[in-house]
């Protein structure tokens, strides 16, 4: 015997009427990195491989930093809205709430992180 | 509702292969995820040269060995591959956006032209670079 109506017990399990501004954000994120992908691999491309003066003098010029700190922060915004919605295709339950967790923490410390070392680099 | 199947239902890849037949379209947007996905490795090895090369020469050391070693070049270059693949694919999800290019001879030409793309900018990428 159910004691909610069938209205009641449907509410809350459609939509959570957030997935437009998920798809904007991407949609944002990836025609920013559109310019910036190309700009951070012939930057940093070019000094990979240079020895350690060359590269912290080549990283204390603004702009291969500016496109380094921009490409990771974007670049890794845009890695945690996608992988989430790999594991919301195909994980579920509390597997998929813990790597969800996981990949924001671990985007939001390898952007920390990133930008850490281009701060000190340049200063 | 109780006769609702509710957390028993099946998970996104269970109909590959069985049920589902592989064509250029699916396999182009599936690689799109797994080089987008795969690239945090990349991402992570980049962080890790730049943190060390804020630290010391000899955390630089280390970390610029690893990622120039063969090991090191085998991943940051299958990772450009993935780059390009991705960034390719990701143009022509802005242009799918715009309502343009769903035909599926369209979409096939523009996935021949992702996976060629994505081979092309990388050789020219290492020849610059």
């Known amino acids: ?123 | 509702m109780p006769d609702v199947n509710r957390g028993n239902r099946p998970l996104s890849p269970f109909m590959l292969g069985q049920y589902y037949r592989f064509q250029l379209t699916s396999v182009t947007s599936i690689l799109t995820r797994i080089t987008g996905n795969a690239m945090i490795v990349a991402a992570l090895l980049i962080v890790w040269w730049f943190v060390a090369a804020a630290t010391s020469p000899q955390a630089f050391a280390a970390a610029d060995g690893f990622i120039t070693s063969w090991f090191g070049d085998l991943v940051m270059a299958l990772s450009l591959l993935g780059l390009w693949y991705h960034f390719l694919a990701g143009l022509r999800h802005l242009y799918w956006d715009t309502g343009r290019g769903l035909q599926i001879e369209v979409a096939e030409r523009l996935g021949i032209a992702c996976l060629v793309g994505s081979v092309v900018l990388t050789l020219l990428t290492l020849l610059v670079i």
């Open chain 1, 1 to 123: 015997m159910a004691f909610l109506t069938d209205r009641k017990r449907a509410v809350g399990l459609g939509s959570a009427k957030k997935g437009t501004g998920h798809f904007w954000n991407m949609t944002v994120s990836s025609a920013a990195l559109a310019i910036l992908v190309p700009l951070f691999v012939f930057t940093f491309g070019r000094i990979l491989g240079a020895p350690y003066e060359e590269v912290v003098a080549y990283y204390g010029r603004p702009f291969p930093a500016v496109v380094a700190a921009l490409t990771l922060v974007v670049g890794l915004v845009h890695f945690k809205n996608g992988a989430q919605v790999m594991i919301e295709d195909y994980t579920g339950g509390l597997t998929r709430k813990a790597l969800i967790v996981a990949v924001i923490c671990l985007s939001y410390a390898a952007m920390a992180a990133g930008l850490f070392g281009l701060v000190r680099l340049a200063l």
